[in-house]
C-alpha cells in the first residue's frame, strides 16, 4: 500500500492556498433508488447514499433535464494538493466560514478540496478564505 500523495502539513496547507471560483452555478439534486441521471447531465461529483444519489451539477444542466434542484451555489476550488488524509484542513476551512456565517458543503476530490457556498455569499466567502491563507 503507497502512501497517499499531497501536502498534509496545516501550516503549509493553509500558507500556499490558492483560490479559484467557478463561474458557473452549481445545484444538489437526488435521484432515488438506483435511477440512471439522464445521459446529458453534466455530472460534477455523484454519491451513492442508502436514500439515492446525490448529484452536484450545474444549474443550466439540471434546468434543460427538467430535473428539480436545491442549494444554487457557487464552487471555490482550493489549488492546493491536499492529501486525502490531511487532518484538519477542511476543519480549519469550514469554521472560519462558519465563524463568519457561511454554510460550507466541502467535497474533496483525488487532487483538491472544493467548497459549496451559498448563491450570493461567493465573494465574502473568498475574502474569508484569502485572510486565513495570510493569517
Known amino acids: 500500500q503507497s502512501a497517499t500523495p499531497g501536502e498534509t502539513n496545516l501550516t503549509t496547507l493553509l500558507a500556499t492556498l490558492k483560490l479559484t471560483m467557478s463561474p ?3 445545484v444538489f439534486i437526488t435521484l432515488p433508488g438506483l435511477k440512471l441521471p439522464p445521459p446529458s447531465l453534466q455530472i460534477q461529483m455523484s454519491f451513492r447514499e442508502a436514500e439515492g444519489t446525490t448529484i452536484i451539477t450545474t444549474q443550466d444542466s439540471a434546468d434543460t433535464c427538467g430535473i428539480e434542484y436545491i442549494f444554487p451555489c457557487k464552487m471555490i476550488t482550493l489549488n492546493v494538493h491536499s492529501s486525502l488524509e490531511a487532518v ?3 476543519a480549519a476551512i469550514s469554521t472560519k466560514l462558519a465563524e463568519n456565517g457561511i454554510g ?20 465574502e466567502a473568498v475574502k474569508v478564505l484569502q485572510d486565513l491563507a495570510t493569517e
Not at 104 to 122: A, Q, T
Open 104 to 123: 460550507v458543503n466541502p467535497v474533496s476530490g483525488y487532487y483538491h478540496d472544493h467548497c459549496f457556498v451559498p448563491l450570493g455569499k461567493e465573494n
Open 24 to 26: 458557473e452555478t452549481f
Open 88 to 90: 484538519g484542513f477542511m
